[in-house]
């Protein structure tokens, strides 16, 4: 489809299918239709939420200004305002357009369409204004599930906690079934798996099953095995559309028997692999680079190529909480020959998602200027702002690679609602801590400690991790006192 660019009255304009809008008080929010990409969300105005339930591919744009005027009273040239504005918003981050031209296509549904009744009874006004990016959503656009902590394998560099609660203390497949459903009924269609392997989870096909039969987008981290039998199933039971499926593999030889703690597991990995493509499925990798597999990577992307895979990351080695060795850091030499080849053999290849992005992040010696420059484009953190994770037991915490126990603890699912935890006051006081729990520390006089909580989402699990301090600085502040080498 054609981008809009401009307001034409004879033009028809549609929502792309890639994205969902979805009313949010005195907003509308508009989010990639993606389990990874849906916490990229952007805010709009709520009026500006009505406007996209009307292109439906039936409506040129003069006739979306007449039904305004019906609907809101708003007279031509408001009209044409707020299409302009909605426009103006779709373009104003390259590769996130969300407007398209209709083009007829076999006649196959090729774009989005909302019920407008719903978003008008969330209206309250037609103001341009919108609510800021850190804000607080009404409800998660994501969730994070973690159904057990169990894995096949024992990776050197695991970030994962694997002593997870016992049996009887563990959700039930039908509690979880009831959290999908509720999930479903809040238009939270967007989901991520972690903790340990999910797959390893007893009924988790059934589990899949369900988030299919809503048509959830999710991505299905794992390293177990997948045969031609299962790849059918899941093929079968719907989720061919709707799931990424990651693979981990760290290279071609059996030097990755040793990272990961399982014999012959390199061939595994490539057979599921070759039979979830063979199904159809979208399949990427992940590969953890460490200087007994580093030289391996062009050998190994090479092969992920020729089996079918989509995309390819491969990273260094970073730190985690819970198991470190600091052998597998690589060295600035092996950082840079890693990502070169990585990029030479992507050109040969003619692979755009082929991608290497190894990096040292070491605060042990904090370069501050490298840290300003840096501070202000920092990612923001969604944890209790558009996600929450849910543990094997029920608890909800804010990131999936801190301790399952408190004070990482916000909530539980077990006897509550997922919305009954999004609003507990635990997650609000857990976001936007108090200073007095920052005394002694670089935050506690700090002037930009309202903006840093409000709107970015300090790095609770890095500070935790660095200093000990749940309430301390993250890392790579500026402010931060020296750390060490996370990567």
């Known amino acids: ?60 744009n003069h006739e979306v200004a007449k039904d305004l005027e019906s609907l809101l009273g708003l007279d031509v040239d408001k009209a044409k305002e707020l299409l302009e504005f909605l426009i103006a918003h779709s373009n104003s981050e390259s590769g996130k357009e969300y407007l ?14 909302y019920p407008t009744l719903r978003f008008l009874e969330k209206l309250k006004g037609n103001s341009l204004t919108d609510i800021p990016q850190g804000a607080k959503l009404e409800a998660p656009l994501t969730l994070i599930l973690m159904p057990t ?28 079934f009831e959290i999908i459903d509720e999930a479903a009924s809040l238009e939270i269609v967007a989901h991520t798996f972690s903790g340990g392997d999910p797959l390893t989870y007893p009924g988790i096909d059934l589990l899949l099953e ?63 692999i070759k039979n979830l493509a063979e199904e159809g499925f979208y399949v990427r990798t992940n590969t953890v680079c460490t200087p007994l597999n580093y030289r391996e990577m062009p050998d190994l992307a090479r092969k992920l190529h020729d089996l079918g895979v989509k995309r390819a990351s491969i990273t260094n080695y970073a730190r985690s909480f819970y198991r470190h060795d600091e052998s597998l850091f690589l060295n600035e030499e092996q950082i840079r020959w890693v990502n070169e080849q990585v990029s030479m053999t992507g050109t040969d290849l003619n692979w755009d998602d082929l991608r290497a992005n190894a990096a040292i992040r070491d605060f042990s010696v904090p370069d501050r200027e490298e840290q300003l420059a840096g501070w202000k484009d920092r990612a923001y953190c969604s944890g209790g702002k558009s996600c929450m ?44 801590p108090s ?40 890392p790579n502040c500026p402010k931060a006192p020296p750390g060490f080498r996370m990567s």
């Open 1 to 60: 489809m054609l981008k809009a660019t401009e307001l034409r009255e004879s033009d028809i304009l549609v929502v792309s299918p890639e994205y969902r809008i979805r009313p949010n008080g005195y907003s509308s929010i508009i989010y990639p239709f993606d389990a990874e990409d849906a916490s990229s969300w952007r805010s709009m105005p709520a009026v500006a939420g009505v406007v996209l339930t009307l292109l439906d591919g039936r409506r040129t």
């Open 100 to 113: 398209f031209h209709y083009t007829p296509d076999n006649g196959k549904q090729s774009f989005s369409t």
């Open 149 to 176: 902590n169990s894995c096949d394998v024992s990776c050197r560099y695991c970030y994962a906690e694997k002593n997870g609660p016992p049996p009887n203390d563990m959700l039930s497949l039908s509690r979880w």
């Open 210 to 272: 369900r988030m299919a039969l809503y048509g959830m987008k999710f991505l299905l981290p794992t390293k177990s095995f997948i045969s031609k039998e299962q790849a059918a199933r899941f093929r079968d039971i719907g989720m061919k559309e709707l799931v990424t499926i990651q693979i981990s593999v760290d290279g071609v030889s059996p030097v990755i028997d040793e990272l990961v703690g399982s014999a012959d597991y390199a061939n595994r990995a490539f057979a599921s």
């Open 389 to 432: 994770v849910i543990t094997p037991n029920g608890d909800v915490v804010l990131c999936e690679q801190v301790p399952q126990k408190a004070p990482f603890v916000v909530g539980s699912l077990r006897d509550h609602s997922i919305m009954e935890a999004w609003n507990s006051p635990e997650i609000d006081t857990f976001v936007h």
């Open 435 to 474: 200073r007095e729990l920052f005394k002694g520390t670089e935050c506690e006089e700090c002037d930009e400690f309202d903006e840093c909580h409000a709107v970015y989402g300090r790095c609770f699990r890095d500070a935790y991790f660095t200093y000990r301090n749940l309430y301390a600085p993250s």
